[in-house]
């Protein structure tokens, strides 16, 4: 099984994540990453190789270090001032939270038409959403 490189798996139920997919799909002009939400059939394979473990304020670095330079510069940054243990507290705490906070959808949230193409489960968003764009 081929799998795309630079995926991000996200929660695609969380009103929170699905702005920092929105931010991303903005920042990253050369369109070098791609999106899946973890709900999703298509991020099966991904959630297994990767195993159950989440790396969150990891990978969130490592998500910034494909975007413009301003992003890359603060990934520098944090990796250097901020330890994993306390970036990894704070990320949590959020996590925790982000529902209670900003709310949560009934099922993942569709992304801009113009944006599709940028979703590996791009089949699934279509065949599920087909009627809403045609209406």
């Not at 050369?30 to 969150?56: D, H, M, N, T």
Request: glycine share 4%; proline share 4%; net charge positive.
């Amino acid at each position: 099984m081929n799998l795309n490189a630079r995926v991000v798996l996200h929660d695609g139920v969380s009103r929170v994540s699905n702005a920092g997919v929105k931010w991303l799909i903005q920042t990253d002009k050369e369109k070098s990453l791609s999106f899946c939400p973890v709900q999703s059939k298509a991020a099966i394979p991904y959630l297994r190789l990767c195993g159950l473990r989440q790396e969150a304020s990891t990978a969130a670095l490592r998500v910034a270090m494909h975007l413009p330079v301003p992003y890359r510069m603060m990934r520098i940054i944090l990796i250097l001032v901020l330890p994993e243990c306390l970036r990894d507290l704070f990320f949590g705490y959020i996590a925790r939270r982000r529902y209670k906070w900003f709310g949560k959808a009934n099922s993942y949230i569709l992304p801009n038409q113009d944006a599709v193409d940028r979703f590996i489960n791009s089949d699934e968003i279509l065949a599920k959403y087909r009627r809403k764009w045609e209406l």
